[in-house]
Nanobody
Framework: QAQLVESGGGSVQAGGSLRLSCAASGYIYMTYCMGWFRQTPGKEREGVAAIDSGGWTSYADSVQGRFTISKDDTITYLQMNNLKPEDTATYYC?????????????????WGQGTQVTVSS
């Protein structure tokens, strides 16, 4: 089973930036689709951004133009700029071999433990 470990979460004021990292081990390769999801208490986990093996990216409308997903051999990044209080959540990294619907959490079969992002106004 692949292992994913997120880091880079923290507290920031509105308008600030954070970069999340997801380190992959096991059998995660560049051919995998990687996604970032987020969840707040009482709400469903939602897709934020994803990148497939060809480098194609997908973003939720709420983060388009503010967040950027990228990856190298074993680390997937989520650069978050102009953060807003509504971005406060636990952010999870996920992986799957193929992702025809990149922001659909039901497709992903490997998950990290999550990292907290808190944005204050």
């Amino acid at each position: 089973q692949a292992q994913l470990v997120e880091s880079g979460g923290g507290s920031v004021q509105a308008g600030g930036s954070l970069r999340l990292s997801c380190a992959a081990s096991g059998y995660i390769y560049m051919t995998y689709c990687m996604g970032w999801f987020r969840q707040t208490p009482g709400k469903e986990r939602e897709g934020v951004a994803a990148i497939d093996s060809g480098g194609w990216t997908s973003y939720a409308d709420s983060v388009q133009g503010r967040f950027t997903i990228s990856k190298d051999d074993t680390i997937t990044y989520l650069q978050m700029n102009n953060l807003k209080p509504e971005d406060t959540a636990t952010y999870y990294c996920a992986a799957v071999r193929r992702c025809p619907n990149p922001l659909d959490r039901s497709q992903y079969n490997s998950w990290g433990q999550g990292t907290q992002v808190t944005v204050s106004s």
